[in-house]
């Protein structure tokens, strides 16, 4: 086990895993009943060790990888999974919803102190620069995104959310 540049460490959809990289279990393609992420603590030329918080230390060869559907996800500078939806802010004070996700990338709308909407595609490596966390999510509210309406969310104006509907959870101060 070691380097973190191995280049044939894949998760079970192709893509490329390195040291420090957060994995989920799937099923069928989908996001099984086991919610809980893993992650990516050593590579070796035919393994890779992977850190469970709650079930342990496993290690897996390629083939294992396959049949537990592992793969690779973003997640905030805390270690949570983003979706799309979500409320996030960033180092800076700036505040976002995620439009757009895959494995190795995260579009962010930004929403407010940037009233040109601007949009941000982010890495792994960006949102950990950025500090991006979670602070709500917007629920039933998918593809609303884009309605141009200004609303209070932690005390400061913001734009891009249906009116009457912040984020989930955030306090007005």
Known sequence: MGSSNSSGARDAYGNHLQEGDYVECTTDGVASSFTELGKVTAIS????????PIFGTYVYNQDEIRQWGIR??????????LQVNQ??????????IISAINETLVTVRLTSRD????VRTLTQHDVKAA???ICGALGALAGNVHQTVVFESRGRRAVGLPKG?????ASAN
């Open 45 to 52: 030329s035919d393994h890779i060790k992977f850190e469970f």
């Open 115 to 118: 009233w040109n909407q601007t």
């Open 165 to 169: 509907k912040p984020c989930e959870g």
């Open 72 to 81: 690779r996800v973003i997640t905030d500078y805390g270690g949570s999974k």
């Open 87 to 96: 409320c996030v802010e960033l180092w800076g004070g700036y505040e976002g």
């Open 131 to 133: 500090r991006l966390q």
